[in-house]
């Protein structure tokens, strides 16, 4: 792969996390919407890997069925209200432990500290939670160029972190029948870390 190619898959890659991290960020506003429409439109005329590509299909098909307010309902209902018995989780701990901040967040924060990675002062989420993880392997992905050591850094926070807590919100999403759009963007996360997770071993 020349330079040049190297730096434009560097930059659809960091595209795409920026898009996963849109998702469960926090609840979705009008601005959100109308990008992620647009995002779904042009991603549907792609094929690029199976679980990926249904979740692109998936999702452009709920977001052209779908107004904002359901969008806002369905993350309300799984991610904050306080009296669901079933919350869905985005810590990773959670589902690699049976418990947040179990002994897998002692391991990803010395995975963290060994990347020279630093959470900012104002942020409160603990280390593994899904949003602050992306954010991670995207900082990785800049600067693998001029770091040595960050693909198989990457490789490690995708195989070990990542993809299990993936995997199994997906799991839990599916037998949850309120939670449709959300299946999707868990079906698209999952899709997007296996194609890392190929790439990688191809690099590597």
């Not at 679980?51 to 369905?74: N, Y």
């Not at 949003?131 to 693998?144: P, W």
Request: hydrophobic share 40%; aromatic share 8%.
């Amino acid at each position: 792969m020349s330079a040049s190619e190297d730096k434009q898959l560097i930059r659809v890659r960091l595209r795409l996390l920026d898009l996963l991290k849109s998702f469960f960020a926090q609840e979705p506003d009008a601005e959100r919407m109308s990008r992620w429409r647009g995002i779904f439109a042009a991603l549907a005329e792609n094929r690029i890997q199976p679980e990926l590509d249904e979740g692109v299909r998936q999702l452009q098909q709920l977001l052209e069925g779908k107004s904002l307010e359901d969008i806002k309902e369905e993350y309300y209902a799984l991610f904050v209200d306080p009296y669901n018995e079933q919350p869905v989780e985005l810590n990773a701990s959670h589902y690699l432990d049976g418990k947040s901040f179990g002994p897998s967040l002692v391991q990803y924060r010395q995975l963290f500290k060994d990347s020279r990675l630093v959470k900012e002062n104002d942020v409160t989420e603990p280390e593994d939670h899904l949003v602050l993880m992306l954010d991670a392997l995207a900082t990785l992905i800049e600067e693998e160029a001029e770091t040595e050591g960050t693909k198989e850094q990457q490789a490690t926070l995708i195989t070990e972190f990542l993809l299990p807590m993936a995997q199994a919100m997906k799991k839990q999403l599916t037998n949850n029948t309120q939670a449709d759009f959300y299946l999707s963007c868990s079906i698209f996360l999952n899709g997007y870390l296996d194609l890392e997770q190929g790439l990688l071993e191809i690099e590597l």
